[in-house]
T-cell receptor
Framework: GQNIDQPTEMTATEGAIVQINCTYQ??????LFWYQQHAGEAPTFLSY????GLEEKGRFSSFLSRSKGYSYLLLKELQMKDSASYLC????????????FGGGTRLMVKP | SQTIHQWPATLVQPVGSPLSLECTVE??????LYWYRQAAGRGLQLLFY??????ISSEVPQNLSASRPQDRQFILSSKKLLLSDSGFYLC??????????FGPGTRLTVT
């Protein structure tokens, strides 16, 4: 079966750095995604990791350790608009066609 | 670029009534299509996916069904809604790349 764990809620201050962790246990692994979802809206793609290491994209970075079943999303220079849910998802199956999502981490950024 | 349309945007239905949600896509051909459901404050649960016309795979046995009558059309149906069917229904597509793109969603409330 698939099991993906991430914290339910986090709070951080505007301008600070926050790290959202995700651990997973899956049968088959093609890669790991992070999506951002604002309240009432559809998820939007943030990052994709298939190899171990850190992928940096502007203020957002994502890290993967396949041997440890662990990933994190790092958000720097937090802005109020970063208040959203962050969804960790593991890609499995043929050609990575299947995504299994964690429950999401709701991040609140305070002034 | 590809676009995903979902309708209706919101829906309130009584228990026991039928359901039909439609998803259509533009700007792509032969995509994988997916139906997800998101309960309030929760992660995304994969309900159905399709790799082509008439090909449907069900991930969660329940009172919902899906059909793909055309390459760019994916329909989610139910003959009799339950209270537990309430949620945010998202259609997604995947092309040859690794990313899944999400439509705007339909918010369903069963009363």
């Amino acid at each position: 079966g698939q099991n993906i764990d991430q914290p339910t809620e986090m709070t951080a201050t505007e301008g600070a750095i926050v790290q959202i962790n995700c651990t997973y246990q899956t049968s088959g692994f093609n890669g790991l995604f992070w999506y951002q979802q604002h309240a009432g809206e559809a998820p939007t793609f943030l990052s994709y990791n298939v190899l171990d290491g850190l992928e940096e994209k502007g203020r957002f970075s994502s890290f993967l350790s396949r041997s440890k079943g662990y990933s994190y999303l790092l958000l720097k220079e937090l802005q109020m608009k970063d208040s959203a849910s962050y969804l960790c998802a593991v890609s499995t199956g043929k050609a990575g066609n299947m995504l299994t999502f964690g429950g999401g981490t709701r991040l609140m950024v305070k002034p | 670029s590809q676009t995903i349309h979902q309708w209706p945007a919101t829906l309130v239905q009584p228990v026991g009534s039928p359901l039909s949600l439609e998803c259509t896509v533009e700007g792509t051909s032969n995509p994988n299509l997916y139906w997800y459901r998101q309960a309030a404050g929760r992660g995304l649960q994969l309900l159905f996916y399709s790799v082509g016309i008439g090909q449907i795979s069900s991930e969660v046995p329940q009172n919902l069904s899906a059909s793909r009558p055309q390459d760019r059309q994916f329909i989610l149906s139910s003959k009799k809604l339950l209270l537990s069917d309430s949620g945010f229904y998202l259609c997604a597509l995947k092309n040859r790349g690794y990313e899944q793109y999400f439509g705007p969603g339909t918010r369903l409330t069963v009363t």
